[in-house]
């Protein structure tokens, strides 16, 4: 099992920044990629970017020059941040972690962020 926890969503003006963590803890030796996924409203769940454990990273182009993911595998926490900068309207979405290893899918309960124009 793994326990997922994230924070640092909220209100911001366009062309500010924010940044969201997402801790994993549990079975953590078994997490292979982490990532950043956000869900609009009336919209699909979309990828905005992973990072495998050897620090290998994706983007959606969408967010490509703007976003940043990274990592930090410390003994006890995985965490996976998402530095997101020039946020525009668009970005506004509710931001799900998710972890994927052997065996296992799992998802955090999302935290909302808001780009006001």
């Known amino acids: 099992q793994v326990q997922l926890v994230e924070s640092g969503g909220g209100l911001v003006q366009a062309g500010g920044s924010l940044r969201l963590s997402c801790a994993a803890s549990?079975?953590?030796?078994?997490?292979?990629?982490m990532g950043w996924y956000r869900q609009a409203p009336g919209k699909q769940r979309e990828l905005v970017a992973t990072?495998?454990?050897?620090?290998?990273?994706?983007?959606a182009d969408s967010v490509k020059g703007r976003f940043t993911i990274s990592r930090d595998n410390a003994k006890n926490t995985n965490t996976v941040y998402l530095q997101m900068n020039s946020l525009k309207p668009e970005d506004t979405a509710v931001y799900y972690c998710?972890?994927?290893?052997?065996?296992?899918?799992?998802w955090g309960k999302g935290t909302l962020v808001t780009v006001s124009s």
């Open positions: 998710r972890v994927l290893g052997i065996r296992m899918d799992y």
């Open positions: 549990g079975s953590i030796f078994s997490i292979n990629t």
């Open positions: 990072i495998t454990r050897a620090g290998s990273t994706n983007y």
